[in-house]
């Protein structure tokens, strides 16, 4: 079973966050949730995103390099969001990445490299009209269009944080859909 380094999005680490970990580990997986905001959680996403900013995203993605640092080489990089910037440049990286999963965000792959490392698969998910994932779709787009290993996946709605069952954005069918594709994505890592 694959060992995964989740990091949350903006509004923090929140119980949603938690039994999305909780229910990788009841597959069967490794699940590390480290903390960035030091325990605090925000009730909107312009709260979060206040916090990240006076704290400073420079101090945010060192603490997320440092949860890796903390764990073996062979993990598989997710994140929510936000949680996708650091991710996604760990997995790009990373010398023995062994997968990466983007929720709700992507980067374009230039921004750490010239193009995805061929050995890391790699799974996207977001929502069709979800706004923030709108600016980050062309980049995602792309990822999946270059890397033999990538997917990507777009489902109907406009939520953004759908798979966070502790927040208003949650989407039942579509999170269940998520967890099926993410655990399956899991499996198959050996």
């Not at 979060?48 to 006076?54: C, I, L, S, T, V």
């Not at 010239?114 to 069709?128: C, E, L, N, R």
């Not at 953004?160 to 899991?186: C, G, I, K, N, Q």
Request: glycine letters at 8%; one cysteine or more.
């Amino acid at each position: 079973m694959a060992e995964v380094l989740l990091y949350h999005h903006i509004q923090g680490l929140t119980e949603g966050v938690h039994e999305f970990a909780a229910e990788l580990r009841r597959a069967g997986h490794t699940v590390h949730t480290p903390d960035l905001f030091d325990g605090r959680t925000f009730d909107d996403i312009e709260a979060g995103m206040a916090f990240a900013r006076e704290t400073g995203f420079d101090v945010l993605r060192a603490r997320g390099d440092a949860a890796a640092e903390n764990l073996g080489p062979e993990l598989v990089y997710a994140g929510f969001s936000f949680g996708v910037t650091i991710a996604q440049r760990l997995a790009q990286t990373s010398p023995h990445a062994r997968g990466a999963l983007l929720m709700y965000s992507c980067l374009p792959v230039g921004e750490f490299g010239t193009s995805w490392p061929t050995d890391v698969p790699v799974q996207i998910h977001g929502k069709q009209d979800d706004e923030f994932f709108d600016e980050d779709l062309p980049a995602a787009r792309e990822l999946a269009e270059s890397a033999e290993s990538a997917e990507l996946f777009v489902y109907p709605g406009d939520q953004h944080l759908f798979a966070d069952s502790s927040l208003p954005d949650f989407d039942p069918e579509a999170a269940a859909l998520l967890m099926d594709r993410v655990t399956e994505f899991l499996t198959a890592i050996r």
